[in-house]
């Protein structure tokens, strides 16, 4: 719902959206309120002011990191901060943020959509991935296997981990020795690559196809910790050359069993 105010060139658009949301981020912006930053389901990553929420108000607790809500606010045009005018608590993330196992995992997932989702772009994939993730998890999927599968997913949806089964340079099928040059992005038969790219092992390649093809939950927790490590070696690489940086929440994902 858009209305506008004013008239002539004094005159601007107040949008008023409903949606759900997950929280990715809280800071103070004065003594009594907070900035919050959503992942909407139809608006991408929103910014939203909350007024009077710090301390022990009931919009502080709605306000935990990757608690799912159904908040309404109100986005006023050219201002960078929307404002909130309802909050309810869809789904909470507290079990997860206290369990030690997750815990370190929530502050990693939600830097990461903050970081590779663009502010006011739809982001429906990432946040079906973030609900399905976070599902999983409390479901009792392993932290480091969902881990890995929300960066290969976060990677493909940004473009940067494309086909894996065909050479990104001839087309043929892929076999045993297979780079992946970080340029293209895609992945090449080490023939086509030369000494570009970053080795991909066999163990990585086999978690990559399972995770193509199949929800976390119908993986095999089994998979052998070398492969994860494989995995996690690859993503991170890919992450780094993108962003030139490492996420800050990532270093403490070495807590993870
Ligand atoms: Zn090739």
């Not at 570009?196 to 199949?214: C, D, E, F, K, S």
Request: charged share 25%; net charge neutral; proline share 4%.
């Amino acid at each position: 719902m858009t209305t506008v105010f004013g008239s002539g060139a004094e005159s601007f658009e107040v949008t008023l959206v409903s949606t759900t949301a997950f929280i990715l981020r809280v800071d103070p912006i004065s003594e009594k309120d907070l900035a919050a930053a959503l992942l909407t389901k139809e608006q991408g990553v929103v910014r939203v002011a909350v007024k009077g929420a710090r301390g022990r108000s009931k919009r502080a607790a709605a306000l935990q990191l990757l608690t799912e809500v159904d908040v309404t606010y109100f986005l006023r045009e050219g201002r960078e901060l929307a404002r909130l005018d309802a909050l309810e608590i869809e789904s909470s993330s507290f079990d997860l943020a206290t369990r030690a196992e997750t815990a370190m995992l929530l502050p990693y997932l939600a830097e990461s959509v903050l970081t590779f989702v663009p502010e006011a772009e739809p982001g429906n994939d990432v946040y079906r991935l973030v609900r399905h993730v976070l599902d999983a998890l409390a479901a009792g999927v392993p932290a480091a296997l969902a881990a890995r599968y929300f960066e290969v997913w976060l990677l493909r949806f940004c473009g940067l981990l494309p086909e894996d089964s065909l050479c990104a340079v001839c087309g043929e099928e892929l076999g045993e020795s297979v780079r992946l040059d970080a340029e293209i992005p895609g992945f090449v038969m080490a023939s086509c690559a030369g000494r570009r790219g970053i080795p991909v092992p066999n163990g990585a390649r086999r978690l990559l196809r399972a995770m193509r093809h199949q929800p976390l939950t119908k993986l095999d927790v089994r998979a052998p910790a070398g492969d994860l490590a494989a995995l996690e070696d690859l993503s991170r690489e890919v992450r780094r050359r993108f962003l030139g940086h490492e996420l800050k929440s990532y270093r403490f994902l070495s807590a993870l069993g």
